[in-house]
């Protein structure tokens, strides 16, 4: 990447936390088993993408073939698994025929039932988790959220096994054989972000099965990574949400020293120091997203608590004077992060609107709540989609600008969209109940 671009990264929440975040999120394992050498860079101040010499050599499995175009990628529920189906067949205003979406890859198998590969994994279509698998609840393994590329070629699955997750990518450059392999090829660990060059990712690796924990640049072609040196940062748990700015030179990320410590956002260049941005002693940031613009960033806090879905303050910090704006609540909990406008205008967020339900607060299905729009320069809140006594969840941003989410306005959770004047659509609907969808672009830039 050209100009040597920094990496000191990242966020936080105590072990506790992670578990918390992700309750009533999906649950996966998927661990490749490989003997692989890992090529890293440890210093004490903000890292400059490099080129690693070593190239690791990882497990892959050859997914079911998908079609060109803009691509709909989604978890359902029972049986767990990964499906896909054309954008464009959203965007025609009906629902997408059932005999479009198919099936890449199902979880769910107890693990005693799987028999462990070697090198590569082979299946039926469709594809069946590679080995080993370590089962979530109750013995089975279920997909989490989804974090396409900027450029479309691929696409990271995050699979928990409850409070540690594994991250699954995807490469789409070749829409015949897509690819799947380990982000990493060892350890337990969450997905943070991409770098604008759809090439390196950001990932914090817990202390288990790895020997150089804490935060990691990965290099998703050659599989290498970078350790990132986080100053007064206790464990790799207390990262919480970080963020690449668009140019990708500076990033900001959030720390958490343990439960009734608060939380600090902090932003590092190359070359530079660490700049604190904004602290609190009784919230922690959960969730972070930078502006297309450059000029500000957005985050979610929540009170530094026991309760697992509390209610969330949206904020902006001003990037030029450091200044911190409260906006709004919107939910909190379930690792929704607030969603910028391509024009930088307005902040897309997930608004409870059962503040006063207890019951809420401790499980994901009491959550009542709404699709808002934040006009940042005129201070306004609109509605988009009205609750109807449901949970909409899993908000997401397509490449037209639309926002796709799951919804159990209608029964069961399917997939719905809605346009930023508020049209709103039924996306699927054949019953099965689906989280985490995402619109995968069509690959603009082709990586050796």
């Known amino acids: 990447m050209g100009g040597g671009v920094t990496r000191a990264i990242q966020a936080a929440v105590t072990p506790g936390r992670v578990n918390r975040l992700q309750v009533g999120l999906f649950v996966v394992l998927f661990s ?16 400059a993408i490099a080129q690693e010499e070593t190239t690791v050599t990882r497990a892959t499995v050859e997914l079911p073939s998908v079609p060109e175009g803009d691509l709909l990628l989604f978890a359902s529920i029972n049986p767990p698994a990964l499906l896909g189906a054309p954008a464009s ?42 080995e080993e698998v370590e089962g979530g609840h109750d013995g089975l393994t279920l997909p989490g959220s989804l974090f396409s590329s900027p450029d479309g070629r691929y696409a990271a699955v995050q699979l928990y096994p409850g409070p540690m ?19 990493t090829p060892e350890g337990f660990g969450r997905f943070l972000g991409w770098h604008p060059d759809s090439r390196h990712a950001l990932y914090v690796a817990l202390d288990l099965m790895v020997s150089d924990p804490g935060l990691w640049i990965v290099d998703v072609v050659e599989g290498t990574h970078q350790r990132i040196e986080t100053p007064g940062l206790v464990a790799p748990e207390g990262l919480t949400a970080a963020a690449f700015s668009p140019a990708g030179a500076t990033v900001v990320y959030a720390t958490h020293g343990g439960m009734g410590t608060g939380s600090e956002l902090w932003a590092t260049t190359e070359g530079g120091e660490p700049r604190k941005l904004w602290s609190d002693k009784v919230t922690v940031v959960g969730s972070l997203s930078y502006s297309p613009d450059g000029k500000y960033i957005a985050f979610s806090n929540l009170l530094d608590s026991p309760v697992p879905f509390a209610k969330a303050g949206l904020w902006v910090v001003e990037i030029e004077s450091e200044q911190a704006s409260f906006l709004t609540v919107m939910d909190g909990g379930h690792g929704q992060q607030p969603l910028w406008s391509r024009d930088s205008a307005e902040l897309y967020f997930v608004r409870r609107d059962n503040l006063d339900d207890t019951t809420a607060d401790y499980e994901t299905e009491a959550l009542v709540s709404s699709i808002r729009a934040f006009r940042l320069e005129e201070r306004e809140e609109r509605e988009l989609a009205s609750s109807d006594g449901a949970r909409q969840i899993d908000l997401s941003l397509t490449p037209a600008g639309e926002l796709v989410f799951a919804s159990n306005r209608n029964g069961a959770a399917e997939l719905w969209v809605v346009s930023p004047d508020g049209n709103l659509r039924q996306v699927t609907i054949d019953g099965s109940a689906k989280r985490h969808p995402l619109v995968v672009s069509s690959a603009t830039q082709s990586q050796p």
């Open 32 to 47: 490749v088993v490989a003997a692989l050498t890992v090529a890293l860079a440890q210093r004490s101040g903000p890292v």
């Open 89 to 130: 067949s959203m965007e025609r205003g009906a629902p997408i025929p059932p005999d479009q979406i198919q099936q890449l890859i199902q979880w769910g198998t107890p693990v005693e039932e799987h028999a462990p590969a070697e090198t590569e994994m082979e299946h039926d279509d469709p594809a069946t988790s590679p």
């Open 165 to 183: 997750a594994v991250v699954l990518l995807i490469d789409l450059a070749d829409r015949n054989k897509p690819v799947l392999s380990r982000l």
